[in-house]
């Protein structure tokens, strides 16, 4: 997941532990590249997919505001991203692929601003 990269807020969790499948990606591409294994951290924006039903407690309300008129990415994207990257030659290793929809960009900064007393 591209949270893995790009913090927001209440996504502490989630966020932290897309980050240590990413490092845990690196620090098995470390361990295994004398054995011509090749790993790729595949890290997905807004995707329309039945896990937001999960993290919505089956709300399909939210589920369908959340997708409303962003054209997320689907599942056949990201099949597509990974038959790509399997499909170069054994010599080649793509580290991470972060990959979002146009819709897409990152969170602006947070910026917490004080209320006069």
Sequence with gaps: SVASNWPYPGGNVYGGTKAFVKQFSLGLRSDLSAHGVRVTSIEPGLSESEF?????GGNKAAYDALYAGANPLQPEDIAETVRWVVSLPPHVNINSVEIMPVSQSWAPFKI???TPA
């Design 52 to 56: 937001t039903l999960v993290r919505t």
């Design 112 to 114: 917490h601003r004080e």
